[in-house]
């Protein structure tokens, strides 16, 4: 019988194709913009040592943020063996790349094995997203008022607007006339398809507030906020390697404000999106185009294509059982 990972991936085969293709041609296109000569010299100055830290960062992020998914499900009143809900995370990475993300909710048909319903798992997710969201969002924020003081006061004040709006929601998401008018609004509708899907919306959000209690939104702002840092400090060492004089605040900066952009762009993985906008602040800061194509690159190889090819991983380990359920795994 193929494994759900199987069936999953078979669905999504032809998007992910399609942008895998895109990919290649982005990239190719990136490296002869700024002549391969320049990229590889620039590529030459990470060691392997290098390259390990930079993905033990990576690691870090991931392991961190899944700790807070298993405490979203302990705090839903779930559990799982935590190695099994492990590997159930990480192979959500593998279809990252998918429109919206929706291949992460991969993660759910896992989870739907063990009784956990498919909304309370969404919520998980969506709780997860939005959480991340804003503090990339509050990163972005405090170093363009603090770093990039050429920009017009409108614009930050646009910048400090939209932080504020993203913020405020958090306190909405749990009062009960949120999801009762999203309700009214659904039982309105004369389309059932439009009606249906508010209905699973509302539902979304019901679970999803349980998650935004003091409590569980400290606790995931805390350790997302940790994670963030670290890739954010994973990418200042990238440049510091590459011998770019930026500080450690402009570097966190700047990886947020392109992943806010990636994310924004609601292209898959922000693929683009989050190179061109990283490439672009660079060299207003002074690299030259091949240094800050080749940390953008650097950045993107160690950080969302890690995090696939550990996604594989993962779900290649799932996918010798049936189903991949996992049972004999950290339970013995």
Not at 146 to 151: A, D, G, I, Q, S
Not at 176 to 197: E, G, M
Not at 236 to 256: E, M, N, P, R, V
């Amino acid at each position: 019988m193929p494994s759900t990972f199987h069936l999953f991936f078979l669905k999504n085969k032809r998007n992910l194709s399609l942008i895998l293709v895109l990919v290649c041609i982005l990239y190719v296109s990136m490296i002869l913009f700024a002549e391969p000569e320049k990229i590889l010299a620039a590529f030459s100055k990470m060691s392997i040592t290098s390259w390990l830290l930079i993905l033990g960062c990576s690691f870090s992020n991931y392991l961190l943020r899944f700790i807070r998914w298993h405490y979203y499900l302990n705090y839903l009143g779930a559990s799982i063996p935590c190695i099994q809900h492990y590997l159930y995370y990480m192979a959500g990475f593998a279809l990252t790349l998918t429109p919206a993300k929706v291949g992460e909710t991969i993660r759910s048909t896992y989870l739907a094995q063990h009784g956990i319903p498919y909304t309370q798992s969404l919520a998980m997710f969506f709780t997860e997203r939005f959480l991340d969201v804003v503090v990339i969002a509050l990163l972005s924020l405090l170093l363009l008022q603090f770093e990039f003081k050429n920009l017009s006061q409108n614009y930050n004040n646009f910048i400090l607007i939209s932080v504020l709006v993203i913020v405020s929601f958090i306190p909405l998401l749990r009062q009960t006339f949120v999801t009762q008018l999203f309700s009214s609004v659904a039982n309105q509708i004369p389309w059932q398809r439009v009606r249906a899907l508010l209905q699973h919306f509302t539902q979304l959000l019901t679970h999803a507030r349980k998650l935004f209690a003091w409590q569980s939104v400290y606790t995931g702002l805390l350790l997302g906020g940790i994670a963030w840092i670290i890739q954010g400090l994973a990418f200042f060492f990238i440049l510091t390697k590459l011998h770019l004089d930026i500080s450690l605040q402009q570097s966190i900066g700047i990886y947020a404000i392109s992943l806010l952009a990636g994310a924004v762009s609601f292209i898959p993985g922000g693929i683009g999106t989050t190179e061109a906008v990283m490439t672009i602040l660079l060299t207003l800061l002074g690299a030259d185009t091949a240094t800050a194509i080749a940390a953008a690159l650097i950045s993107r190889l160690s950080t969302l294509w890690f995090a696939v090819s550990l996604g594989f991983c993962a779900a290649t380990v799932l996918s010798f059982t049936a189903n991949g359920k996992t049972e004999n795994i950290g339970t013995k």
